[in-house]
């Protein structure tokens, strides 16, 4: 099954609470959840496997820092093309999220890999209620 994303639609903005690991806060602010919107959909590439898998690159609404870098932008993979279906649906899923660093850009194919991300954890994503179409 192939996800279209219509880029012309309204933003997205989704609430991002990190599940795992427990007790997890960002430096700054100091809090395990952050929001902010979907800028688009890219593709992350896992280095150990090899695998290239969709993912969503989230702006955040302020800046954070991560072990000393800063940055404001995110990126959430979710378990499966259906899951991030359900997301554009308006309903919660979970996922990995990584910390792009600030000044990191995707290769000229638009792929992130993984080895140059700072992997965050688990995180459980939902739509906030005003972004949700009806």
């Known amino acids: 099954m192939i996800l279209f ?16 690991p427990v007790g997890f806060q960002f430096d700054q602010p100091a809090t395990d959840e952050v929001t902010g919107t979907i800028l ?3 593709e992350l590439e896992k280095k150990v496997t090899g695998y290239v898998e969709k ?13 000393g870098v800063r940055s404001d932008r995110l990126l959430l993979h979710l ?6 279906q ?11 999220l990584y ?7 995707p290769t000229p194919q638009g792929i992130y890999e993984d080895s140059k991300l700072i992997f965050i954890g688990r995180v ?7 972004a949700v179409a009806s």
Do not use: H, W, Y
């Open 5 to 20: 994303f219509n880029q012309s639609s309204a933003a997205m903005k989704l609430s991002l609470k990190v599940t795992s």
């Open 124 to 130: 459980a994503a939902s739509p906030l209620p005003s």
């Open 55 to 67: 993912s969503l690159v989230i702006c955040l609404d302020s800046p954070v820092n991560l072990t």
């Open 86 to 96: 359900r997301l554009f649906r308006g309903q919660s899923n979970r996922g990995n």
């Open 99 to 105: 910390l792009i660093p600030s000044g990191l850009a």
């Open 40 to 42: 688009t959909v890219a």
């Open 79 to 84: 378990e499966s093309e259906f899951a991030m």
